[in-house]
């Protein structure tokens, strides 16, 4: 195994304390193959009416980081531990009654895949109107009324009609609106959006960011946006975090991240994406090689096997130690400030160009 | 909806008709009739020919199915009197009216059928749910332990046990016998206690498994997650979404051993010496008496063909997207 | 992906649960001895086959002899595994209707029993048990007075012409056919199709009514055994005014001492005291209990565990022709409490291997096989000693006659079958004599015989190809004149005690027909004179000749290997009284019954 | 394109799923990770679940011993077919007493009969289970297979293609459903018999055999067949099926590739009682007379007739009886086993 570096400590958090901090995160399954260290060791803050972006491939451990959030793991087959506090609250002890006030009323989360996140047994009326029955204690009617007000806020035509019908007669765009009017329903002071547009086509993906973007006004709800797209993050998001192998390996404000990355795989991710100006037989450069397994992660610096910059790093340090990450602006790498700043006006700005 | 019934109907009927029609032409290829049955030791060619008359045996087969068919709707006459509308035509052993005979002992059958299908839903499928819920506690493997040793079981090794225990030995219990429940509830109840117990654990051990494991299937659905996100209870979780997705394979099954109880279970009525719609058919068959042999199987196979409409019908209340072709 | 630890503790909870069906069982069984009872029951035997004698007008006379220590009141539970196929007397042939006749119906005459079982025939409505003239083909019964039915109007000799006209009607067709093939000849119907109703009558040559109360039957040879031929329930009175023709099997009208109150056909029948019947005009029948609850579709494992446990009503409860289940009878005999409860005897039944003589030619392969068959194997799948003894000859233990010692194969010495002497006959036999065809029927018993009859004769060198046969039509099937089969087992038993309801219908040569019990198809000139011989005899001289027939049959003709008379057990409640084991009726004596305390 | 729980990446499914059970031995080892197909990935899950391999060996313990009946007869020297208690030849030991009853201690058990004797007749209870095993086993798995086989078959075609084929085989299975099964026995052997076995031959075993095998799969397979429709009701429904409709498959390989592996739980449950309880359906046909005739050994025989000696003789009705509880606690431990290695989505 490799050695680690003293773990570093969690950064003491500075200034206010903010509505959402998590401070060294770390999920692991047990499957038969062997422990799974699903988020190994994840912080960050989200202030409350601004909007965190996630980013990183898929098996980086950004849907497990939010589903721990809402403390929606399986005791028996995971463990969490490091700490996750919600406007004072601690949410990693506490108790399964707590959880269960706090999800769908203060946080709600809104699922990647619209088909089979709603129920098919019950029509999408009964399926809004049960969160807010439970936590406001609302009547049936107060209930329907408060659906069919957010099914119109979400732009699904005719909800009265709508309210009465069944997932399966609803389409995908339409389905994905349910979901984000039902995570609303309850005005939650945190909304964790899971790939919310993946399934949709360009135009609703446009309507659906929009909306989120009014309903952060009007609520001033913080959103934690995870999503694999930069397109959709550069206009959504306040701040950036990006996860490689269950870690954050540069965090900062989208403005610095998107112009002036420092960290090899935000080069990579930037690099690989194509872009409306650029001509069209410019050069895509993917990131060669594939996500890392969780199940014995690489040593030293995750992304080491397929960054192209480690033997600029003397010795071998990228192969053993692991780089920390800093708090506020900061990147998860070894090489030095100056290296980072001369490669990426050398080599990847004019390919962004 | 109604449209999908009607069909089914019809297709039940057309069913029915074409099982009599089956089982009118399999009793006749049968080695022998009851006129050479009831003929007894000193049988004459004349004598078997009078009982054959007077059973009217001597008239061609497809004519004596249409009596009986027909009997059904419009009712028909015996010698001994009309039998009215359904009538399933009078038995050759003992000279009664089948459709009497069989109400007669329907009661015992349906008491058997209703209170055995009460036991093994709740305890056998409560038994299943609750493990499924409590996975891997202690409970959970002693309800699937003993639900596999129970299956293990027959009714003619448990039921002569239990009477022994109950009955014979201590005399706790009084014999198991049916009394209507207008005369004597109580005595109903406990007349018929013991039966019903031992045939529902045969059922039970079937019910606890199946249940166990489509509630853990249904447990892994995505929307279920979705529900506990809402901040939905686990518990209201697991009765108001998990258990719908459940429901399906159970009511299959709910509807064919409800439909083959109501046929008679013969064993069991065997076993505690009550008189059911089984041993009918039995004594039936035994006594090649055509009439009482087509009565109880057109009176079990009505349940069947009912059962199944029934049970479709529950799918699409169950699950809306199964749309009733 | 169940861990380990859970899944095998799940296994061992549950093998420790399947571990506790180890029952206990475990004290050893050495065997009790029934040595003693085989012996008693011979002495009984002889009592039960001592001839039967015609009783006078004072044996006639009720009322009948009070019981000792009999009291009144109660109701009698009466356990019955089937239910009664027929109620109306003219259907009546089989011995579970006969018992309830006997608590209903009275006919002409009846059989009485004394406490030392000897048997005698007594008027019943008749004054006496009929005057014999013309060398018996003339009978004449005159009505003793006082008789009526449970409505109430009195009985007349045109009631018993009735009763004997309704028996050529269309609707009766499950009853005996003796009194009307004596009187009328083998297609007695057509002498009278309407059955007496259409207001044409027999004529006074066959049936005559003088008067109110004589009836004279005339018959075209001598026909000495009437009187026992009357004494059956077939031939009870069923008065003319009550006749209700087809309806009459479900709701007869009674003339003994107890009517029926409620039936539910196959389920329950429930009798009551019958206020017209006048015990002073009845010499065998009591009235001591108030009732009888009949309870049908009681298995006989259910009855005899009930019985044994004698709980509650059970106390008052007897079998109407069930008897001890066969695996239980350990348990009744090893508790003396439940074993003085209980009456056994002799059946009528004499099973045998009847050979098919078309098929099966040669004497010695029918003797060898009657010196191999292991009757002991048989009478165990009966249930040991209480379900059968070995049978040496033909006559059953119940009939006149009977032989105890006259055993010419030596059954009684090698019960399991002597194998050196069967060998030796069939030394020179070609082998495809050797190849029998054994037909059974297909069902539980018929399969344990076959397992026997298939062990013993493939000892001997036979090849025994055994054919399953549908149980319910199986005398159907093997009494059909070309049925493929060599040997198969059958049981006759007497209608009455008198050889010739048990040698004429199964040796008589003109017997033979389809459907006729003469399953061995014997035309033998010999034996068919002994029988027209004996028919014309005096009952007393007449028992010789159908002894020397017997022993012609079974060493020069063998028809059948005599296998094991069948055994009567039964089992009643602790509280009924008078319980004794009428040799008539080969079960226990319903007319004799009380309860201790009601 | 397999159910939605997409497996990302090359290692084993990130635990989107919650319901993992926890494993206790770490693995030490540096595995060398290698792609494995599902096939591989379900034997590996099954050999790591050791009551299911116990459970897998006693199944074919028994399989085996079964089929080794006459070896094992010739170690205990005795066989199913003589009459102990009966038997002129073995006058000298008796076994049984006057009213048919095993002598001795727990049934009859002594050197020579391991397992006690049979009352009435006194054969050997060890040859005759033994033998017993042999008919019953074989025969309950042919016809359980058969049963399922066409089941499955007509389950699937009629709940996935619904409509007018869905129609017609329901109505079929309604038909077969309410068929009289008892007076169908009763009628249908010996018709067939005189059909095909001349009247003065003994019908020989295998046609019993096989006659019983085509009366109990014609009235067997209707149960499975609604229970499978009934899942591929709700399963045709799933977008998953959709999107491989759209991805142009054939009905046949959407079938078998998609709805198939779905419908395992409903299968392996029912097959896992199925079996024992056609062992016994065997030994109800041998009663009503189409089933094997007497000498026949059959294991659901002997454990229903030892069921009326369980108050003289419990010994009797002690071995068959342990015997077929063992077996189906193993059979049904084995087909919990097979389905949650076979099934991921739903691990324990």
Redesign the interface.
């Known amino acids: 195994m490799t050695t680690l570096t003293k773990t570093e400590d969690a950064p003491a958090p500075t200034g206010p304390e903010s509505f959402l901090s998590v401070r060294d995160l770390k999920v692991q399954?047990?499957?038969?193959?062997?422990?799974?260290k699903?988020v190994d060791g994840l912080s960050f803050d989200v202030e409350r009416g601004k909007t965190l972006g996630i980013v990183g491939e898929?098996?980086s451990g950004k849907?497990?980081t939010n589903?721990t959030i809402?403390g929606?793991?399986?005791p028996?087959?995971?463990t969490v531990d490091g700490e996750i506090v919600l406007d004072g609250k601690e949410l990693v002890t506490a108790t399964?009654r707590e959880l269960?006030?706090?999800?769908?009323?203060k946080m709600?989360?809104i699922?990647q895949?619209p088909?089979?996140?709603?129920?098919?047994?019950?029509t999408v009326g009964r399926?809004l109107s049960?969160?807010y029955m439970?936590?406001r204690g609302a009547s049936k009617k107060e209930a329907r009324d408060r659906a069919i007000q957010m099914l119109e806020k979400v732009g699904i035509p005719q909800p009265k009609v709508r309210f009465d019908d069944?997932p399966?007669q609803f389409s995908g765009g339409m389905r994905q609106r349910a979901?984000i009017a039902?995570a609303l329903m309850c005005d939650p002071d945190l909304l964790i959006a899971d790939e919310p547009t993946t399934a949709l086509d360009v135009t609703v993906q446009a309507q659906i960011l929009d909306l989120l973007k009014d309903l952060q006004q009007e609520f001033g709800s913080a959103i934690i946006f995870i999503t694999h797209d930069l397109g959709v993050i550069s206009h959504m998001a306040d701040d950036l975090l990006v996860m490689y192998a269950g870690r954050a390996v540069e965090r900062g404000s989208v403005r610095e991240v998107l112009h002036d990355p420092r960290h090899p795989y935000t080069w990579g991710l930037l690099s690989s994406m194509p872009r409306l100006d650029s001509d069209i037989d410019q050069q895509l450069t993917p990131i060669p090689g594939?996500?890392p397994?969780?199940?014995?992660p690489p040593s030293g610096c995750p992304f080491h096997p397929r960054c192209a910059f480690r033997d600029e790093v003397p010795g071998t340090l990228c192969t053993d130690v692991r780089p920390p990450l800093g708090e506020g602006r900061s990147t998860a790498c070894h090489l030095t400030p100056e290296q980072k700043q001369t490669i990426f006006i050398d080599k990847i700005q004019p390919r962004l160009r | 909806m109604l449209q999908f019934i009607l069909r089914r109907t019809v297709g039940a009927l057309v069913t029915l008709f074409l099982i009599g029609a089956a089982t009118f032409f399999l009793f006749v290829a049968a080695p022998s009739d009851y006129a050479s049955l009831a003929c007894g030791k000193d049988c004459s060619p004349q004598r078997l020919e009078d009982i054959r008359q007077a059973l009217g045996l001597n008239l061609p087969i497809a004519q004596q199915f249409w009596d009986f068919m027909s009997g059904i709707f419009m009712g028909r006459d015996f010698p001994t009197g009309h039998c009215s509308a359904p009538c399933l035509g009078q038995s050759f052993y003992s000279g009664d009216m089948v459709w009497n005979t069989i109400m007669d002992r329907f009661p015992t059958t349906l008491t058997l059928t209703a209170g055995g299908a009460v036991v093994f839903l709740v305890v056998g499928v409560g038994a299943g749910m609750i493990s499924a819920y409590k996975r891997?506690s202690m409970l959970d493997k002693f309800a699937t332990g003993t639900s596999m040793v129970l299956s293990s079981f027959q009714i003619y090794f448990l039921g002569p046990i239990v009477l022994w225990i109950f009955v014979y030995s201590t005399g706790w219990m009084d014999n198991p016998q049916y009394t209507p429940i207008t005369q004597d509830p109580w005595g109903w109840f406990t007349g018929m206690l013991l039966p019903t117990l031992v045939m529902a654990s045969i059922f039970t051990a079937q019910y606890t498994r199946m249940a166990r494991s489509s509630m853990i299937e249904q447990l892994a659905?995505?929307?279920?997650?979705?529900?506990?996100?809402?901040?939905?209870?686990?518990k209201y979780v697991f009765y108001?979404?998990a258990w719908?997705?459940a429901l399906i394979p159970i009511v299959t099954v709910l509807g064919i051993d409800l439909s083959s109880m109501l046929g008679g279970a013969v064993v069991t009525e065997l076993t505690f010496s009550l008189q059911g719609i089984g041993r009918l058919a039995v004594d039936g068959a035994i006594h090649k008496d055509l009439p009482m042999t087509m009565g109880v199987m057109l009176f079990g196979a009505f349940f069947i063909l009912i059962f199944n409409i029934l049970t479709d019908i529950a799918y699409a209340w169950?699950?809306?997207?199964v749309r009733l072709s | 992906?169940k861990s380990f630890s859970s899944r095998r503790a799940q296994a061992i909870v549950v093998a420790i649960a399947a571990g506790s069906l180890a029952l206990t069982g475990c004290s050893e069984n050495k065997g009790t001895n029934t040595g003693d009872n085989a012996k008693k029951d011979q002495q009984q035997a002889s009592v039960q086959s001592k001839a039967v004698t015609y009783a006078d007008a004072a044996g006639s006379t009720g009322p009948a002899p009070e019981i000792a220590g009999a009291q009144s009141g109660g109701t009698i539970t009466v356990y019955q595994e089937a239910g009664l196929s027929h109620l109306d007397p003219g259907q009546t042939y089989v011995s579970d209707a006969g018992q309830v006749a006997n608590l209903l119906f009275r006919r002409l005459t009846q059989f009485q029993e004394d406490d030392k079982g000897n048997v005698s025939v007594v008027g019943d409505l008749a004054t006496d048990s009929g005057k014999m003239s013309d060398g018996g083909k003339t009978w004449t019964f005159t009505l003793k007075d006082g008789i009526k039915d449970a409505k109430g109007n009195a009985i007349t000799s045109a009631d018993v012409r009735h009763t004997v006209e309704r028996q050529y009607a269309k609707f009766i067709f499950d009853g005996p056919t003796y009194l009307q093939t004596w009187l009328s000849g083998a297609q007695y119907r057509k002498a009278l199709p309407g059955g007496g109703f259409d207001g044409k009558h027999l004529p006074k040559s066959v049936l005559d009514t003088p008067d109110d109360k004589t009836v004279v039957f005339h018959f075209d040879q001598p026909r000495t055994d009437l009187p026992q031929t009357l004494a059956m329930a077939g031939y009870a009175i069923v008065p003319a005014k009550d006749d209700t023709k087809a309806k009459y099997d479900t709701a007869p009208v009674a003339t003994g001492p107890y009517k029926i109150a409620s039936y539910k056909l196959g389920k329950s029948l429930v009798l009551t005291k019958n206020s017209n019947w006048d015990p002073k005009t009845d010499s065998v029948r009591h009235q001591y209990v108030d009732g009888f609850n009949f309870d049908f579709g009681v298995t006989e494992s259910t009855q005899t565990k009930r019985l044994i446990a004698d709980r509650g009503n059970d106390k008052n409860a007897i079998q109407l022709t069930g008897g001890v289940e066969a695996t239980q009878i350990q348990d009744v005999i090893k508790n003396p409490a439940v074993s003085k409860r209980t009456v056994k005897g002799y059946q009528p039944y004499v099973m045998q291997l009847t050979f098919n003589m078309d098929r099966v030619k040669d004497l010695k392969v029918r003797q060898a096989i009657t010196y191999a068959v292991n009757s002991k194997s048989l009478i165990a799948g009966e249930g040991g000693v209480y379900g059968g003894d070995v049978a040496p000859n033909y006559f059953a233990p119940t009939l006149p006659g009977y032989e105890p010692k006259y055993d010419p194969y030596g059954r009684l010495k090698t019960p399991q079958g002597n194998i050196a002497k069967a060998q030796e006959l069939l030394k020179g036999v070609p082998a495809a004599e050797k190849k029998v065809v054994f037909a059974y029927p297909n069902s539980e018993n018929g399969q344990k015989r076959k397992v026997a009859i298939e062990d013993a004769l493939s000892k001997v060198g036979f090849n025994v190809v055994s054919k399953e046969v549908d149980s319910a039509s199986f005398y159907e099937q093997i009494g059909k004149l070309n049925n493929p089969y060599d040997m198969y087992i059958t049981g006759w038993g007497q209608d009455w005690p008198s050889p010739s309801t048990v040698v004429t219908p199964i040796y008589d040569g003109d017997q033979v027909a389809d459907g006729a019990p003469n399953y061995a198809h014997v035309k033998d000139a010999k034996v068919d004179a002994l029988i027209k011989k004996a028919l014309n005899q005096k009952p007393e001289d007449a028992a010789k000749t159908w002894k020397e027939a017997e022993h012609y049959l079974l060493e020069k003709v063998v028809p059948g290997a005599p296998l094991w008379y069948t055994k009567q057990f039964q089992l009643s409640g602790s509280n009924v009284g008078g319980t004794r084991y009428g040799s008539v009726s080969s079960l226990l004596d319903i007319n004799h019954l009380y309860l201790k305390k009601s | 394109m397999t159910s939605?729980a997409k497996a990302?990446?090359?290692?084993?499914?990130?635990?989107?799923e919650?319901?993992?059970?926890?494993?206790t031995e770490?693995?030490q080892a540096?595995?060398k990770?290698e792609g494995r197909s599902p096939g591989q990935l379900m034997w590996?899950?099954f050999k790591?679940d050791r009551t299911g391999v116990i459970c897998a060996w006693i199944v074919i313990l028994y399989f085996v011993v079964a089929l080794a009946a006459p070896l094992l007869t010739k170690i205990s020297g005795t066989d199913p077919y003589t009459l102990y208690g009966q038997d002129p030849t073995y006058q000298d030991k008796p076994v049984l007493d006057d009213f048919g009853l095993p002598l001795g201690y727990f049934g009859g058990l002594s050197g020579s009969h391991w397992f006690g004797v049979e009352p009435q007749y006194g054969r050997d209870v060890f040859a005759m289970l033994v033998y017993g095993m042999r008919t019953s086993l074989y025969m309950a798995l042919g016809v359980t297979v058969l049963m399922m086989g066409t089941g499955i078959v007509l389950g699937l075609i009629g709940g996935y293609f619904g409509g007018r084929t869905d129609y017609w085989i329901g109505r079929v299975t309604d038909f077969f459903l309410a068929f009289p099964q008892q007076l169908f026995f009763i009628a249908f052997m010996p018709v067939v018999t005189a059909f095909f076995v001349d009247p003065r031959e003994e019908t020989p075993t295998y046609f019993r055999a096989v006659a019983m095998l085509i009366v109990l799969w014609v009235l067997g397979w209707m149960g499975m067949a609604r229970l499978i429709r009934s899942t591929v009701l709700t399963l045709r429904?799933r977008?998953f099926v959709e999107a491989a409709k759209v991805s142009g498959a054939s009905p046949g390989r959407i079938v078998r590739k998609e709805i198939l592996p779905n419908v395992v739980t409903p299968i392996l449950v029912q097959f896992t009682y199925q079996l024992p309880s056609t062992i016994l359906t065997i030994a109800f046909l041998s009663f009503a007379g189409v089933g094997f005739v007497e000498p026949t050994p059959d294991w659901g025989k002997l454990f229903a007739n030892g069921a009326k000696y369980t108050e003289q003789d419990p010994a009797f009705i002690f071995f068959p009886g342990i015997a077929l509880v063992i077996f189906v606690l193993a059979f049904n431990l084995l087909g919990d086993s097979v389905r949650d290695a076979f099934d991921p989505k739903s691990g324990r």
């Open positions: 399954f047990s499957t038969e193959d062997g422990i799974v699903a898929s098996g849907s497990v589903l809402l929606l793991h399986n028996r087959s995971s399964e269960e006030q706090l999800r769908g009323n709600a989360m699922f895949d088909l089979t996140a709603l129920s098919p047994f019950y399926q049960e969160p439970k936590h069944y399966h979901m039902m594939s996500p397994s969780l199940l014995n | 891997g659905e995505e929307h279920v997650r979705t529900a506990r996100a809402k901040g939905m209870s686990r108001r979404y719908r997705g169950i699950d809306p997207r | 992906m | 939605p990302e990446g090359s290692g084993p499914t990130v635990a989107l919650p319901d993992l059970e926890p494993k770490p693995v540096e595995k990770l590996q899950r790591r429904e977008e």
